[in-house]
């Protein structure tokens, strides 16, 4: 069984920044993507932002491409979720996920194990 603890959320400004980590309590082996989904009130979860196992393919959605950037440290089992030039449409509760290896890493199906989430509020 795979623990994952979301850390990093907080209130910012509009323009502002956030730093999301996403920490496995294990070593994961095998093909595998780690991904960031967020939900905000009365709405689904979506998909944010994927990276494969090996770091050589990452995926966005069309909403952060270019402003959000996934990166991970696996001796550290750490995923990272850069995020800049927030907007107040990005308001939400993040969540990191990990799956298997997937052909579908949009999708919150392909994903096994979830995190509890981390608060991201930003002011206008």
């Known amino acids: 069984q795979v623990q994952l603890v979301e850390s990093g959320g907080g209130l910012v400004e509009a323009g502002g920044s956030l730093r999301l980590s996403c920490t496995a309590s294990a070593r994961t082996v095998g093909r595998y993507v780690t991904g960031w989904f967020r939900q905000a009130p009365g709405k689904e979860r979506r998909f944010v932002a994927a990276?494969?196992?090996?770091?050589?393919?990452?995926y966005y959605s069309d909403s952060v491409k270019g402003r959000f950037t996934i990166s991970g440290d696996n001796a550290k089992n750490t995923v990272y979720l850069q995020m800049n030039s927030l907007k107040p449409e990005d308001t939400a509760v993040y969540y990191c996920?990990?799956?298997?290896?997937?052909?579908?890493?949009?999708?919150?199906?392909?994903?096994?194990?979830w995190g509890q989430g981390t608060q991201v509020t930003v002011s206008s």
């Open positions: 996920a990990l799956s298997g290896n997937t052909n579908t890493p949009a999708s919150p199906d392909s994903y096994k194990y």
């Open positions: 990276i494969s196992w090996s770091g050589s393919s990452t």
